[in-house]
């Protein structure tokens, strides 16, 4: 039977083409996405500044809070005490051992391009020479290129300060090496190292000294290899779980979606040979002889393409890393990786997918009788078996099931991690169960449809009626992608506009002061006393930890955390009080949620317990209460406080309140020019630092949405293609009966006007299965919100898609004469 199964695939090439199409692109994208997971849970990054350190030393990055099994990660750098680098450089094995010391140190005139600044001792870890000049004093700095003596100006903490360059080290590009006690006056906390560099002897045994250093002290996190490269670059492994989650949620709907594809495409090809399977059990073929050869057809198309599929994966890969990098979800500095491991994934879910549809084919092809298989080639009336209808019936008990939680579980932001599997399950649902689902609608569809067509439209209504698994095969691809697409984008839509809507509803400030660089403690000040403001408040970000999650609305990620300066009334905070003021927030203060108070009965006075964003724990006095939207509280605390818990440590914002009629931007743009680095801008700068990271998951999501849709294109055109196709003789006894071309084409195009409208009406539903529950619950609206023209080019490309696939091989096959030949391919 392999022999005629090779001979099939010579003189059938055509009815296989769009399985081998979808399989190539399948195991591509599955690859692709099996690269990115293999990056992020890798995430290699070769060190540069620690090159020779032999191990690294830095603070867990994770806060294990009582009661929750998951650790919370940690959003800013946790360094390491200084008072546990005399214990870990007499462990045994270490020879050496090097604290450093990192502060945000920009350029503010002309010379070297700097970027961080570091204590010099710390320049042996790399380890840089000099190549002219000495070591720096007070008052010096090292740099990668200049001049011996010449003048350099940084910014260090928002403040100008000007140096001598003692030296040059021209390996250091990006560095600036400061006195070592200089270094320790520049950082917030100088009671913490970023990193410890660890020198061990040649030979000894690292393993062995990691094992030791980690008995130091248990907040310690000691690395080795490329994850030293961690240590020089917290942001990649802050960045670590997102580009895990981007691929992990992407590839498993890439997957379905591929095993979905390529299962329809070489079922429909198997359908279209029913006369021949059923000619075959007439003379005699067993049910596994074709078995057998249906299943040699499928792993003769599948695994060379698979193979060919590994070379677009490859690119594909790095492609979409060099995208989610540039975008700020991937660290530029981690090392694309790619091993076998993807392309075992996407190898073994395209031929698992072809398989499986090649062995359900062959049961039914296999287990029918000659003389039945005969009728049911001719008009297929089946519509399901009771196997399709059981997992039918499950993936929509699923769908159902996320609904619910989704409508009364979830809150905010976290529905998304209900509703999107939703979609799912609603999608598979109804393709399974196709037939029925087509069947009711056209019902719907038929009439209006009917009278706008008339004749033609009679007799398309008559066919797909008459056709109905047809119809279900052709509509439930364009069902699929209207589906997938437009809850996707719409939940991303809907999720940016609450999210904008939570914060700018109470947003009192008219304009911004912003610095990269951090701004001086003393703009501060400067601002309020501008003629016009009527308040000015610093304005710090962060992530913590309440140490009672168990009665606080926050998830195992973390509360966002909001650092603002003591302010009254007329204040800058984005917060609408309840109870309290803000007048008091300092020190050891804070303001939370009246949602939060009420359910953990700790008013005003209370205290509650806080891991901060860098593992420090705090206990703070609460001053004052807000309304908050679900799911978008977050914790106030003063901006001093916030700061100095940060990577960086610098304040980066500073909102301004104008009063009443009074124009401020001149006088503040005035007073930047006295502040290198600083720049005004308006409220909408804050408003989109505040959904930045919404935006840039908006992005991914268009951009993989985009490639899902293209891929779904595949099943539209393969589908409706072949079953155009294979009608040619049914044209053709249209013609001999007195139809004219341009007859059949109108049929034709009434069919593909029901089959879109069938497609689109599903896949609305499905997408509203997901979206309506989701929007409720994120925007506290029933409908979700958007530009309506996203919808309008799904439907029309979906539309597009149908009319093309149905029409063009239609057109060249009425260009024969009837009478002439026809052979089904």
Request: net charge positive; proline share 5%; aromatic share 6%.
């Amino acid at each position: 039977m392999m022999r005629l199964a090779v001979r099939t695939l010579r003189h059938r090439k055509s009815g296989f083409i769009a399985t081998f199409v979808a399989v190539v692109f399948g195991t591509a994208i599955v690859m692709a996405c099996g690269g990115l997971m293999e990056t992020g849970i890798r995430s290699n990054v070769e060190p540069d500044r620690l090159a020779a350190a032999s191990l690294v030393v830095t603070g867990n990055q994770s806060h294990h809070r009582p009661g929750v099994e998951d650790p919370t990660p940690l959003s800013e750098r946790v360094g390491v005490p200084v008072d546990l680098l005399p214990k870990i450089r007499s462990t045994e094995g270490v020879t050496s051992a090097v604290g450093d010391y990192t502060v945000t140190a920009v350029n503010g005139s002309s010379g070297p391009v700097v970027a961080e600044g570091h204590n010099w001792s710390s320049a042996a870890l790399a380890p840089y020479h000099l190549g002219t000049g000495h070591a720096p004093r007070s008052g010096q700095v090292v740099v990668s290129s200049g001049k011996v003596g010449e003048h350099l100006t940084l910014l260090i903490n928002g403040e100008p300060k000007t140096f001598t360059i003692s030296g040059i080290a021209p390996q250091a590009s990006g560095h600036a090496f400061f006195a070592d006690r200089d270094a320790a006056s520049f950082v917030r906390n100088p009671s913490r190292f970023a990193d410890v560099g660890v020198l061990v002897a040649p030979g000894t045994d690292l393993d062995e000294v990691k094992h030791k250093l980690q008995e130091v002290d248990g907040n310690l996190t000691v690395r080795a290899g490329v994850d030293r490269g961690l240590a020089e670059h917290p942001d990649a492994e802050s960045r670590r779980t997102a580009l895990i989650a981007v691929a992990g949620s992407f590839g498993g709907i890439a997957t379905m979606t591929m095993m979905f594809v390529v299962a329809s495409t070489l079922a429909l090809a198997a359908q279209h040979r029913e006369r021949e399977f059923a000619l075959l059990r007439g003379i005699g073929t067993t049910p596994g002889q074709v078995r057998r050869m249906i299943l040699g057809e499928a792993l003769m198309v599948s695994l060379p393409a698979v193979v060919l599929g590994c070379v677009p994966g490859i690119f594909l890969g790095r492609f979409l890393f060099d995208q989610l990098s540039s975008h700020g979800v991937a660290s530029p500095v981690i090392e694309f990786a790619q091993g076998w491991i993807p392309f075992a994934a996407g190898a073994g879910a395209a031929v698992l997918a072809a398989i499986g549809a090649a062995l359900i084919a062959a049961r039914k092809s296999a287990k029918i009788k000659p003389v039945e298989a005969l009728v049911e080639a001719s008009l297929q009336r089946k519509w399901f078996s009771w196997v399709r209808l059981l997992f039918g019936l499950l993936f929509l008990g699923g769908g159902l099931a996320l609904l619910i939680v989704t409508a009364t579980v979830m809150t905010g932001p976290l529905a998304a991690s209900t509703a999107g599997p939703s979609i799912l399950c609603w999608a598979i649902g109804v393709a399974l169960l196709g037939p029925f689902w087509t069947k009711l609608v056209l019902g719907i569809w038929r009439w209006p449809v009917q009278a706008l067509t008339r004749v033609s439209g009679r007799l398309a209504i008559r066919n797909l009626s008459a056709r109905t698994v047809a119809l279900s095969a052709a509509a439930m691809p364009v069902m699929l992608a209207v589906g997938i697409s437009t809850a996707n984008l719409y939940m991303q839509t809907t999720q940016v506009h609450a999210s904008s809507e939570a914060f700018t509803r109470d947003l009192r400030a008219d304009a911004v002061l912003v610095s990269d660089a951090g701004l001086s403690p003393r703009l501060v000040s400067e601002v309020r006393a501008v003629p016009g403001v009527a308040s000015a408040s610093a304005f710090v970000r962060s992530m913590g930890a309440v140490d009672d999650p168990r009665k606080a609305p926050f998830d195992e990620d973390g509360a966002p955390v909001i650092g603002v300066d003591a302010q009254g009334a007329n204040g800058t905070a984005p917060v609408r009080l309840t109870s309290g003021s803000l007048a008091g927030l300092s020190g050891s203060t804070a303001a939370i949620p009246e949602y939060m108070a009420s359910k953990t009965g700790r008013g005003i006075g209370s205290e509650i317990t806080m891991t901060l964003g860098d593992g420090i724990t705090v206990k703070l006095r609460v001053v004052a209460t807000f309304a908050a939207e679900r799911g978008y509280e977050s914790i106030i605390l003063p901006a001093s406080l916030v700061s100095a818990h940060t990577t960086d440590g610098l304040t980066k914002q500073v909102l301004v309140r104008a009063e009443p009629g009074a124009d401020v931007r001149p006088a503040l743009a005035k007073l930047a020019t006295t502040h290198p680095g600083v720049q005004v801008a308006d409220r909408s700068t804050l408003v989109a630092s505040n959904v930045e990271d919404l935006q840039t998951q908006a992005w991914i999501n268009y951009m993989l949405v985009g490639m899902l849709i293209a891929y779904t294109a595949v099943s539209v055109v393969n589908t409706l293609v072949s079953t155009t196709l294979r009608r040619r003789r049914e044209f053709a006894l249209q013609r001999l009966t007195g139809s004219t071309r341009f007859q059949v084409l109108r049929m034709l195009t009434t069919e593909s006007t029901l089959v879109t409208l069938t497609g689109i009406t599903l896949g609305t539903a499905v997408a509203l299965a997901c979206l309506l529950p989701f929007s409720a619950k994120v925007a506290n609206d029933a409908l979700p919100t958007g530009p309506f023209w996203i919808y309008l080019v799904i439907i029309g490309a979906a539309a597009a898609l149908t009319f093309a696939s149905t029409l063009i091989p239609a057109t060249a096959t009425l260009r024969h004469a009837p009478t002439q030949p026809t052979h089904n391919d």
